[in-house]
């Protein structure tokens, strides 16, 4: 099995290449793409460096799988061109999540969707998708009929020059002057928490807003879902958190609640108060699953729970994920 990973050289196509690394799958050939800029420069793989191609010299090798971590535009350009040479491309980006004739795949939620036929899959936003694995066995059991969610997210999750940005910051604080800022953020994010991630849109909602306002209902099939979101930047390395506010149609048990979670595959229950036993960004880095915990009756209305849902960003949040829907590509022969 060939399989491109473009972006190789990012915050996302890094973990990639460790994740494909871990999950062992059966990779014959490797091919790293990146930029023009970035042609020839060397990434490890499996103890072995591997030389980045160009894009138009990975389409002419016709991996099977391509992964693709590059942002939007690379996206929208080229995952046709590998799509016509026969390549199956699960894309990081937001370019293809909304477009009705793509699937859009957490695959704990919905890979039984996936078809032969599909080409270009989308991969979801990195903080709907650990929302999504919280609220998807929640509202078959209970029925949702509203969500507010706040994000904290980590600077990871805009790129390699957001964690620059955050780390210069941090050593002209030690040392004043010390380290050219070449700031991506709209305002020092040290020692801040920017209540803007990603640009303005419609309704003075942001993007990555309107992603967990409407991603959730293609991913859970139900287009009745109401979710309100206000993502905040904050100036962590790694692992978004979310506060996340459900109300139920229907009266639920709390103890049953914590049972459904515990037994849902790819979340970890950490919810112990007295024991201060609760999810947190730190300990999430590294770790595929996704994290909930400070499960609470919202004690101000019926049929309403509060709880903190925290993943890396990196890995569930995007790496583990799509190298899970090449999973079940392969192992279902969809490929
Ligand atoms: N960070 C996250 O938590 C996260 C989560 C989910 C989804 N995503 C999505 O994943 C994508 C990558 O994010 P990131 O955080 O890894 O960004 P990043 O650190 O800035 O990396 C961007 C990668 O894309 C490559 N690239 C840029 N332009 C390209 C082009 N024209 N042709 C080929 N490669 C090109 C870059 O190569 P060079 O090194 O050569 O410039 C680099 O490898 C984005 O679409 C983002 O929305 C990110």
């Known amino acids: 099995m060939k399989i491109a990973v473009v ?61 693709f971590s590059a942002g939007g535009n690379t996206s929208l350009e080229y995952a046709p061109k590998f799509a016509e040479v026969g390549t199956v491309v699960i894309d990081n980006s937001s370019a293809w999540r909304m477009d009705p004739t793509k699937k859009l795949v957490v695959p704990e939620i919905n890979a039984s969707e996936l078809t032969k036929e599909d080409k270009i899959i989308a991969n979801p936003n990195c903080s709907t998708i650990q929302m999504v694995m919280v609220l998807n066995p929640l509202h078959k059991k209970y029925k949702i009929k509203r969500v507010i969610v706040s994000t904290y997210q980590s600077v990871s999750g805009t790129g390699k020059a957001a964690v620059d940005q955050l780390n210069a910051e941090i050593a002209n604080a030690v040392n004043p002057g010390s380290v050219e800022v070449n700031a991506v953020y709209p305002y020092q994010i040290f020692k801040n928490a920017l ?13 990555e807003e309107l992603k967990l306002m409407n991603e959730p209902k293609k991913i859970m099939g139900d287009d009745s879902l109401k979710i309100t979101a206000t993502a905040v930047r904050i100036p962590v390395q790694g692992g978004h958190s979310e506060s996340v506010n459900v109300e139920f149609e229907n009266e639920f048990d709390l103890a049953e609640v914590k049972e459904i979670l515990a037994n849902t595959p790819g979340v970890v229950l950490q919810d112990d108060v007295e024991n201060k036993v609760y999810p947190m960004c730190f300990y999430s880095e590294g770790k595929d699953e996704v994290f909930v915990g400070r499960i609470r009756r919202d004690i101000s209305q019926p049929n309403t729970l509060n709880c903190w849902i925290v993943a890396d960003n990196l890995r569930k949040g995007a790496a583990t994920n799509a190298v899970q829907i090449a999973e079940y590509l392969i192992a279902n022969g969809l490929v």
């Open 7 to 67: 972006g190789a050289t990012g915050m996302v196509g890094q973990v990639m290449l460790k994740v494909l690394e871990e999950r062992n799958l059966p990779i014959t050939e490797l091919i790293p793409v990146a930029s023009e800029k970035s042609v020839g420069k060397k990434v490890s793989y499996k103890g072995k460096e591997f030389s980045i191609v160009s894009m138009d010299t990975a389409i002419s090798m016709k991996p099977e799988i391509a992964i």
């Open 195 to 207: 209540p803007q991630c990603d640009v303005f849109y419609t309704d003075d909602y942001t993007k």
